[in-house]
């Protein structure tokens, strides 16, 4: 029987932008080389079985999209600074294998620290290098690996090599290094090219799934739509104009000779964590209770209001809290520059379960401290989830039909007990109190035993307390 020729399992089976898009439509323009190589890693990640453990870093630039395309774990990093990204993937996931995919312009411009060094230190990632020899994504300006006389929108009378320097070879930088185990340059223009392409990116991916480090593929790509040509004419420049000046060659492989090298466990060990927290699992606060462990209604949290009121705070007693009782905790911050005033609001994930992703994106429950953050989330929480919302500020209620929303003026509660910044404390024991998912004594315990301010601990009590009453007179009757 024949080959069967059908669609790489490591692609998506749709390709859906924006609700609405028709599901198989490629973003690319016709003739780009991007969709070109974007099969052959597809191919070559079936080929090798790779899929299920791979980890895909999109640059920035016309392949953004990646993440859409490639059904595997997908990263998107800021502009140049994919390798990077994938550094940390690598070290994170030592059983993974990682792609970095970039553009010229994201690699050899912006990015050229972060490749040289990644290369460098020979991290376990292939590197996908598409020289298309323009930036596709922002209009046709020049890149550092524009040909002499080319014209694009930042050259417009074609560069000059006084003034503009000349194109830049990575792949023979890239060479030049020790760490690198595999380098080579090919091109997707006819099938005879696109054929030894193939070819060196399934060995790259094969050298990253022996473990050996470092491969760096450079392939030269047509962009008809930042060149100005037809697709056609766009090949013909590549195959005359381009490739001569990027000469095609297999510049290393070590393939054959290079070990495997020594698999990595992660970059710091989790005792060593635990010794420079101080959190020595045998000093754990409260005793483990297998059943509450197992029976524990996940929660995903979402804290927001302004700086200066005790947000973060309030999502590290929680997170602290699950901790301290065996649970899995995650805690994201994220806020402005200022300390003060500026908005804040932090992401809590309480779980018996491993945790896929700090992020919480559709919270079960939303602690609004402030009415910017009750009207900003208030629409992301889940259906049939709580808002907890400090009517001390919130002037302007916030309606839901499908959400509790519970009314507490945690400000005034605090400020009632003498310490109007343990407003983060009665936001704190609203939740817990009217919950019920974690016992309020335990909150206690913790501030009693880790809370650093001593002299504020009794306060904080007392606005615990506080909290408990009002939850319980006005929604526990
Ligand atoms: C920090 C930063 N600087 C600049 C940009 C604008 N920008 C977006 S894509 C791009 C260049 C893309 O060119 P290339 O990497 O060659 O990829 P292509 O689009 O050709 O595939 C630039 C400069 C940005 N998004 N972020
Ligand atoms: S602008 Fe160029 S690189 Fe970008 S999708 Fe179009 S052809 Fe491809």
């Not at 074609?158 to 080579?184: C, H, K, S």
């Not at 100005?228 to 510049?251: C, G, H, Q, S």
């Not at 007693?317 to 805690?331: A, D, I, V």
Request: proline share 5%; net charge neutral.
């Amino acid at each position: 029987m024949g080959n069967i020729i059908s669609k790489p399992k490591s692609f998506c089976d749709d390709f859906v932008r924006k609700p609405g898009n028709y599901p198989k439509v490629t973003h690319y323009c016709p003739g780009c080389g991007h969709g070109r190589v974007h099969k052959l890693i597809a191919e070559a990640l079936d080929d090798h079985e790779m899929k299920d453990n791979t980890m895909f870093v999109s640059p920035v630039g016309c392949s953004v999209f990646g993440y859409y395309y490639f059904d595997v774990g997908n990263f998107q990093a800021a502009h140049g600074r994919a390798p990077a990204v994938a550094t940390a993937a690598a070290r994170s996931n030592p059983h993974g294998y990682t792609i970095s995919y970039q553009g010229d312009g994201d690699l050899a411009a912006i990015g050229t620290a972060e490749i040289i060094h990644a290369a460098n230190r020979g991290e376990d990632m292939t590197v996908i290098f598409v020289n298309n020899t323009i930036y596709g994504m922002t209009g046709g300006q020049m890149a550092p690996t524009t040909l002499e006389g080319q014209k694009t929108t930042t050259s417009p009378y074609g560069r000059d090599l006084q003034e503009m320097g000349n194109p830049i070879r990575m792949a023979e930088i890239i060479a030049q290094l020790d760490a690198p185990v595999f380098v080579e340059r090919v091109a997707v223009s006819d099938s005879k090219h696109i054929r030894k392409a193939r070819t060196a990116i399934r060995k790259a991916l094969k050298s990253q799934k022996d473990r050996q480090g470092f491969s760096f593929v450079e392939i030269l790509a047509t962009c008809p739509i930042g060149w100005k040509m037809t697709p056609v004419d766009a090949i013909k420049r590549l195959e005359e104009e381009v490739i001569p000046y990027f000469p095609l060659a297999n510049f290393k492989d070590d393939t054959d000779d290079r070990p495997a090298k020594l698999q990595k466990t992660g970059i710091v060990k989790a005792e060593d964590i635990i010794r420079v927290l101080g959190v020595d699992k045998d000093e754990r606060i409260f005793p483990l209770d297998e059943n509450f462990i197992n029976n524990f209604p996940n929660q995903n949290i979402k804290v927001a209001g302004f700086g200066g009121q005790g947000v973060l705070m309030a999502g590290t007693t929680l997170g602290s809290l699950g901790m301290e009782l065996g649970l899995k905790t995650t805690w994201l911050p994220s806020y402005g520059p200022e300390m003060r005033g500026g908005t804040a609001n932090c992401n809590v994930c309480i779980s018996k379960d491993e945790i896929g992703s700090p992020i919480v994106e559709s919270p079960d429950v939303l602690i609004a401290m402030n009415e910017p953050s009750m009207h900003n989330f208030g629409p992301e929480v889940k259906k049939g989830g709580l808002i907890i919302a400090n009517s001390s500020v919130i002037q302007n209620a916030y309606k839901r039909d499908d959400v509790t929303i519970i009314n507490v003026p945690m400000t005034e509660i605090a400020d009632e007990c003498g310490v109007k910044a343990a407003a983060n404390m009665a936001a704190v024991t609203a939740y817990m109190s009217y919950t019920g998912v974690i016992d309020l004594e335990t909150l206690k315990t913790l501030i009693k035993t880790n809370f650093k301010k001593k002299n504020l601990i009794d306060k904080n009590i007392e606005v615990i307390e506080a909290a408990e009453k009002y939850i319980v007179e006005n929604y526990k009757k």
